[in-house]
Nanobody, 128 residues
Framework: QVQLLESGGGLVQAGGSLRLSCAAS????????MGWFRQAPGKERELIAA????????YQADSVKGRFAISRDNAKSTVFLQMNSLKPEDTAVYYC?????????????????????WGQGTQVTVSS
């Protein structure tokens, strides 16, 4: 089992940047495809970025493409979400999630139901 802890959220003005971190602990010796989700008030939780366990393949939702980037540092068991050019509509609770997979799996995981572990979330608020 793995535990996930997000950090880096906060209040930022439109056009600003934030970098979210997701630190994993526990059974980090296994392979995990990672994802960042967000849930805005009154809306469903949505996948915004994902990264494969191996090989560096990434996915970004159209709503954040060109503005957000996901990366991982396996030596530190940490996944990052760099968010630039933030907009008020990016305001949401951001969640990190892990899908336990073969360590050499190169595909990203895009189905929310495939994720096995979730963090508690971190609030991001973008003011206009």
């Amino acid at each position: 089992q793995v535990q996930l802890l997000e950090s880096g959220g906060g209040l930022v003005q439109a056009g600003g940047s934030l970098r979210l971190s997701c630190a994993a602990s526990g059974r980090t010796d296994r392979g995990y495809a990672m994802g960042w989700f967000r849930q805005a008030p009154g809306k469903e939780r949505e996948l915004i970025a994902a990264i494969a366990s191996y090989g560096g393949r990434t996915y970004q939702a159209d709503s954040v493409k060109g503005r957000f980037a996901i990366s991982r540092d396996n030596a530190k068991s940490t996944v990052f979400l760099q968010m630039n050019s933030l907009k008020p509509e990016d305001t949401a609770v951001y969640y990190c999630a892990a899908d336990e997979v073969s360590p050499l799996r190169m595909a990203v995981t895009t189905a929310q139901s495939d994720y096995d572990y979730w963090g508690q979330g971190t609030q991001v608020t973008v003011s206009s």
